[in-house]
């Protein structure tokens, strides 16, 4: 075995037993109990308790931004029931199913609509670190 070898066969070992837990074995990606598109997609149409202020939101559009291999990019968009057009912030939603959402809230141009804007990294698995065929080492 030439050095070449040694280092290809050492590297490629030491990135398996680094990641190994990540994504070898069952095949499917690590759990991670964040906020998600499909989270959100399942809460369209729910009322969301706003604090520190009193007052409600109503989740009413998911909007898909550009699709990426490495990115999941979507925009929520909220529309107010008893709240007062809100300023640019951080503020902690509460949705009816009682989970919380500590989520930067931008205002839309007409006062009553408001949006979350996420670009969420994508769990890294072992076919997008693979090199594409015919690539140089």
């Not at 559009?61 to 529309?79: E, W, Y």
């Not at 839309?108 to 890294?124: I, Q, Y």
């Amino acid at each position: 075995m030439d050095r070449r070898d040694f280092l290809k066969t050492s590297g490629a070992a030491l990135i398996s037993a680094m990641l190994g837990p990540f994504v070898i074995g069952s095949g499917s990606a690590p759990s991670v109990d964040g906020p998600s598109r499909e989270k959100f997609a399942a809460l369209l149409g729910t009322w969301f308790g706003l604090a520190p202020l009193s007052g409600s939101l109503q989740l009413v559009a998911l909007n898909d931004g550009r699709a990426s291999r490495r990115l999941d990019q979507f925009t929520l968009v909220f529309r107010a029931g008893n709240a007062a057009s809100l300023r640019e912030g951080v503020y902690s939603l509460t949705a009816e199913t009682g989970e919380v959402f500590e989520l930067f809230l931008q205002p839309g141009g007409d006062g009553r609509s408001h949006a979350a804007v996420f670009n969420l990294l994508r769990p890294l698995t072992i076919a997008s670190c693979a090199r594409p065929a015919g690539a140089a080492p």
